[in-house]
């Protein structure tokens, strides 16, 4: 069995992301207008939130594949799963650097203790278990089942650590409550617009390392 | 069969003490460092008792988790148990109902203690405390099965334990010292209601996941 290299729909999906991001950072600085109060420290929204989203989308993803690996046994959503669980971390990294490059100047500190920052952190430390269990786990195939068990308890622990923390401490419910559906079009179509430019991105890795992840497979299992 | 297992977990702790005793010690040891890293002024660790109580509990009960499939491992029995037909779900059970036992002795036995070292003064009810410890047991150990059962196998089985638990029983965390506040600082039951419900649907939500994926965990 041969491997083969060229995916052509990868290569469609990066150049339109590349065109797409390109797109999207010259709407951020130079057509999303300023926000008065904010300044230049809004602009950081239109890259915070979709990543926010990407980051959960991900970790949704990880759940799906883990339901799924344990009921076929196929081996696709165990790799899928642990492409998306990377993904996600990673994404989810990037909003836990960019909230509180936010929060400095309009918080006036980088850290409070407010619900979504907070389970995003409760989330991050989760998945450092789950890339520590995948590492540690032992035999390949174990690892995969109890991967796929906590990839699953992560997210249905989500709402109870959000709800815990929103009512933890009411004083640290600073997190702008905005609805975006009631923006004006200047800020929502560039938000929605880079929302969907993330989202793309997020699937475009998601089949690179899919694809890498399947190489991985066939190679160690000598079917090339 | 839930009976027979129970007995079975009973019986071996029972005779070696080793889950309740590690815990207990290991309670001891933080209980100590608790009195002297504090100020030693009654007044502020009544303010801080219930945080520090639960901080004292879920410290110990990861000692005593780890244990809790320990026999098992350390003398390769436990490709025996899952080969006899036991339905996975009642050996879930079985680890639950004795984890829940476990840590409530050992909470018992390390209770005047921390009330003597911590200098704090006794609640005026009692019941409510239990309940909400009670009900804090069932979470913790909810959970703390099925990771234990995740790392048992691990490399890194003492390490990866606690790494997994704590982030997942923050809302249960965060839900206990919250009711303990209220009952401890006797504020009106509506006040920290919504707490124990927290801490009920967490019971529920950890206990059915619990109940259903330990047959994938426990799979050779």
Known sequence: MSIQFQDRTANNLLVLTIILMSANLYTIFFVAPMVPEQTWAQKIFYIHVP?????????????????????????????????????????????????????????????????????????????????????????????????????????????LIFYSVKFWAPQFQLHPQVEMGQQPDGIFYPFLFSMITFTILNILMLRIRVRILNFHHQIITNNV | MFTILLKKELFVEFRNKEVVLSMLAFGVAVLLIFSFSLSGDPKINHEMAPGLFWTLVILSSSLGLHRLFGQEKDFDAFASLIAAPIDRGTLYLAKWVSGIMFLTVTEFLIIMPFFLFLGLSLPITILPGIGIVLLGNLGIVAVGVIVSGLAMRAKMSAVLLPVLLFPLITPLLIACVKATIGWYHVLPFSQWQFWLLIMATYVVIFSLAGYIFFDHITEE
């Open chain 1, 51 to 159: 990543i926010a989203w990407t980051g959960f989308l991900s970790y949704f993803i990880v759940m799906v594949a883990g339901i799924l690996f344990l009921l076929k046994k196929d081996p696709f959503w165990d790799r899928l799963g642990l492409a998306a669980a990377e993904i996600g971390t990673l994404f989810i990294v990037l909003v836990l650097i960019t909230g509180p490059i936010w929060a400095t100047p309009i918080w006036g500190r980088p850290w409070v203790w407010e619900p979504r920052l907070t389970t995003t952190l409760i989330l991050f430390l989760i998945y450092v278990g789950y890339f520590m269990l995948r590492k540690f786990g032992g035999h390949p195939e174990r690892v995969a089942r109890y991967a796929a068990v906590l990839g699953i308890m992560a997210f249905i622990d989500v709402p």
